[in-house]
């Protein structure tokens, strides 16, 4: 009965996606399409923000770096990269991954709430384990850092589209991880979708630059979740706070700076 409820809530909503919207979602080019827009549109009000400056102090009393100001032209390479990379290196892994493996068709029921969201859980824990591993690694040798992740460093003090500044070896390490998960860990297609646009928005968040009162690092209990207070930290002292989104693994492997 509570199952049956659960299920209730999802399925008018999955059954809405599959009458309307079944060939273009379960496209191998959504995810990508889907994500890029998250990246955009969570980008977006934080570059105003940057933008306006101490001119709105309402928000810009919670800059952490408020010596380092991102200007016009940093914010259009950024976004210039994130759209090249997409080109050079995504979309033809996209087609090729298309070739290799065709989509298969939607399930007809949505999954119960309690699933979906043990599921979300279940792939940004595995992600933040994966990332955090990769990334330490790519701290510890120079080799690796210089050749993949010193592209991301460029900037010592983050904003909103350097999150997408990466290299193209980075980008596809983090997108074959956050497209392996949920397959792997047997996902219905929405839990793929959300935690896709969540991981997005995460990493966002990650890279404002701005600690809001309001934000989750501030909320999360026990101090388990990093957001931009930790990654700008991270920015500031590459030795430090090496996972993308929870602070568990920094504090357990002694990597975490106090926020």
Same mark, same amino acid.
């Given at each position: 009965?509570?199952?049956?409820?659960?299920?209730?809530?999802?399925?008018?909503?999955?059954?809405?996606? #599959?009458?309307?919207?079944?060939?273009?979602?379960?496209?191998?080019?959504?995810?990508?399409?889907?994500?890029?827009?998250? $990246?955009?549109?969570?980008?977006?009000? %934080?570059?105003?923000?940057?933008?306006?400056?101490?001119?709105?102090?309402?928000? $810009?009393?919670?800059?952490?770096?408020?010596?380092?100001?991102?200007?016009?032209?940093?914010?259009?390479?950024? @976004?210039?990269?994130?759209?090249?990379?997409?080109?050079?290196?995504?979309?033809?892994?996209?087609?090729?991954?298309?070739?290799?493996?065709?989509?298969?068709?939607?399930?007809?029921?949505?999954?119960?709430?309690?699933?979906?969201?043990?599921?979300? #859980?279940?792939? @940004? #824990?595995?992600?933040?384990?994966?990332?955090?591993?990769?990334? %330490?690694?790519?701290?510890?040798?120079?080799?690796?850092?210089?050749?993949?992740?010193?592209?991301?460093?460029?900037?010592?003090?983050?904003?909103?589209?350097?999150?997408?500044? #990466?290299?193209?070896?980075?980008?596809?390490?983090?997108?074959?991880?956050?497209?392996?998960?949920?397959?792997?860990?047997?996902?219905?297609?929405?839990?793929?979708?959300?935690?896709?646009?969540?991981?997005?928005?995460?990493?966002?968040?990650?890279?404002?630059?701005?600690?809001?009162?309001?934000?989750?690092?501030?909320?999360?209990?026990?101090?388990?979740?990093?957001?931009?207070?930790?990654?700008? @930290?991270?920015?500031?002292?590459?030795?430090?706070?090496?996972?993308?989104?929870?602070?568990?693994?920094?504090?357990?492997?002694?990597?975490?700076?106090?926020?």
């Amino acid at each position: 009965s509570s199952t049956s409820r659960q299920h209730f809530l999802l399925q008018p909503f999955w059954e809405y996606i #599959l009458t309307e919207f079944a060939g273009p979602v379960n496209s191998p080019v959504f995810p990508v399409l889907l994500a890029f827009s998250g $990246y955009l549109c969570f980008s977006l009000p %934080f570059a105003v923000i940057d933008m306006l400056g101490d001119r709105c102090q309402f928000f $810009y009393q919670y800059k952490i770096q408020k010596n380092r100001r991102p200007t016009i032209n940093m914010m259009i390479f950024c @976004l210039w990269k994130a759209v090249c990379n997409h080109v050079i290196y995504v979309f033809p892994n996209v087609f090729l991954n298309w070739l290799w493996m065709p989509p298969v068709p939607l399930p007809v029921s949505a999954p119960s709430v309690f699933t979906l969201l043990g599921e979300v #859980l279940g792939c @940004l #824990l595995l992600f933040d384990f994966q990332y955090f591993i990769w990334h %330490f690694l790519h701290h510890k040798n120079h080799w690796l850092y210089k050749r993949v992740h010193a592209v991301h460093h460029e900037y010592v003090a983050p904003f909103s589209w350097s999150s997408q500044h #990466l290299s193209g070896f980075e980008l596809m390490a983090v997108g074959f991880w956050s497209t392996i998960n949920p397959n792997r860990l047997g996902c219905h297609p929405l839990t793929s979708w959300i935690c896709n646009l969540l991981s997005v928005w995460m990493s966002v968040d990650d890279h404002i630059g701005y600690s809001f009162p309001w934000s989750l690092h501030h909320i999360f209990p026990l101090g388990l979740y990093g957001g931009a207070l930790a990654h700008d @930290l991270h920015h500031q002292k590459p030795g430090t706070n090496f996972a993308p989104f929870f602070r568990h693994w920094d504090l357990i492997c002694g990597t975490a700076s106090s926020l």
